[in-house]
C-alpha cells in the first residue's frame, strides 16, 4: 500500500546525509514525510497542522541517542507525540451517578452504535455488571429490531417501543425498566443521522436532561475522514461527550479520525471495534500503540 513512514523518512535522512544531531533542515524535509503520511492516514488537516508544529519542536536540536540513526530519532519522537495525544485507554467512570448508571450511545448512522452497545453490555456482563439495554433509536427503520435480535442472542434484558413513541420518553420508561429489573448499567441507543441535524441534537440533548447519564459515548467509523472533526466537535458542542468509541478497526482504515477526534475533543478513546460479530473478541479496550502503528504505517 503505502510507503511506511519510517521508510519514507530514512529516505529522506539518506538523501541529507545526517550528523549527530538533528538539524532544522533535516526536520523541515522530515516535517513533509510527516504531513504527507498523516494525510494519507486521513487525519484532518488542522490535526496534521498542530500535530507537525509539536513534532517540529520537539526535534529540532534532538541529540541523536547513540544506537539510533537520525531518522530513527524523529520516528521515536513522531511515536511519543502520537501517543500522548492520543492518550491513554479511557475506562468507564461512573464516579458521582447512582445506580443504574446510564451510558448513552449517540454517532452518526452507520457508525456502529447498535453493534457496540451490544458489544458493551457484554463487557459489563463480564465486568460483574448488570447491563441493560434501551432501544431508543427510532429513526433508522430497523434499528430496534436490530437491538431486541441482539440483546436476545446475548441473553441481555431489554426494553423497547417499537418506533412509533418519542425517544425521550422510551429512554425515560426504559430507565424505570431497567430499575425494576435490578439493572446496575443501561445503555441507550440512540437515533443517528447521515449527518449531525439540529433535530437530532435537540433530541440527544433532552434525552441527556431526562436520563442523567454517566457516560454519553461518541461511536464513530475509523473510516471517517476529514469529517472526523465536525462530527466530534459538533456531538462533543451541543450534548458533551465523555468518551469515544471507535468502530472497524478491522477493516482497512489508517485510522486518522483517532487521532482528529481525540485531539478537538479532548475526550478519551474507550473501546475499539474490531469486527462484526458480536462478541468479546471484537470489543476491545482501546490500544493508543496499535492506532498510532496503524496512522503512521
Ligand atoms: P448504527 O447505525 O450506528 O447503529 O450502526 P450499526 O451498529 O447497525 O452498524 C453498521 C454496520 O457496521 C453493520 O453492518 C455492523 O455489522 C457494522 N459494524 C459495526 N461495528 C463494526 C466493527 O467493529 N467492525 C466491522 N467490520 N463492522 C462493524
Known amino acids: 500500500m503505502f510507503e511506511s513512514l519510517s521508510q519514507r523518512l530514512q529516505n529522506t535522512f539518506d538523501r541529507l546525509g545526517g550528523g549527530r544531531v538533528v538539524t532544522e533542515q533535516d526536520v523541515k524535509d522530515a516535517m513533509r514525510d510527516v504531513r504527507m503520511a498523516l494525510l494519507e492516514a486521513d487525519v484532518a488537516l488542522p490535526i496534521v497542522k498542530d ?158 436532561r431526562r436520563t442523567n447519564p454517566a457516560e454519553i459515548l461518541l461511536v464513530a467509523d475509523a473510516m471517517t475522514g476529514q469529517e472526523a472533526v465536525n462530527i466530534a466537535t459538533g456531538f462533543n458542542e451541543r450534548v458533551g461527550i465523555t468518551g469515544l468509541v471507535l468502530t472497524k478497526v478491522d477493516g482497512d482504515a489508517r485510522g486518522g479520525a483517532a487521532l482528529s477526534m481525540r485531539a478537538v475533543t479532548g475526550v478519551p478513546i474507550k473501546f475499539m471495534g474490531t469486527g462484526e460479530k458480536i462478541s468479546l473478541e471484537t470489543f476491545e479496550q482501546f490500544h493508543p500503540e496499535r492506532i498510532a502503528d496503524r496512522i503512521l504505517g
Open 51 to 208: 500535530f507537525v508544529g509539536r513534532v517540529r519542536d520537539r526535534a529540532i536540536g534532538a541529540e541523536v541517542h547513540k544506537t539510533l540513526r537520525p531518522h530513527e530519532q524523529v520516528v521515536k519522537i513522531i511515536h511519543e507525540e502520537m501517543r500522548d495525544t492520543l492518550g491513554e485507554a479511557g475506562r468507564l467512570n461512573f464516579s458521582g451517578s447512582t445506580k443504574p448508571h446510564v451510558i448513552m450511545m449517540v454517532g452518526l448512522q452507520g457508525s456502529g452504535k447498535t453493534t457496540s452497545a451490544a458489544k458493551l453490555a457484554m463487557y459489563l456482563r463480564k465486568e460483574g455488571r448488570q447491563p441493560f439495554l434501551v432501544a431508543a433509536d427510532t429513526y433508522r427503520p430497523a434499528a430496534v429490531d436490530q437491538l431486541v435480535t441482539l440483546a436476545k442472542q446475548v441473553n441481555i434484558p431489554y426494553y423497547e417501543e417499537g418506533v412509533s413513541a418519542k425517544p425521550t420518553d422510551i429512554a425515560k420508561r426504559g430507565l424505570e425498566a431497567a430499575k425494576n429489573a435490578d439493572a446496575s448499567v443501561v445503555i441507550i441507543d440512540t437515533a443517528g443521522r447521515l449527518q449531525i441535524d439540529d433535530q437530532l441534537m435537540t433530541e440527544l440533548e433532552e434525552i441527556k
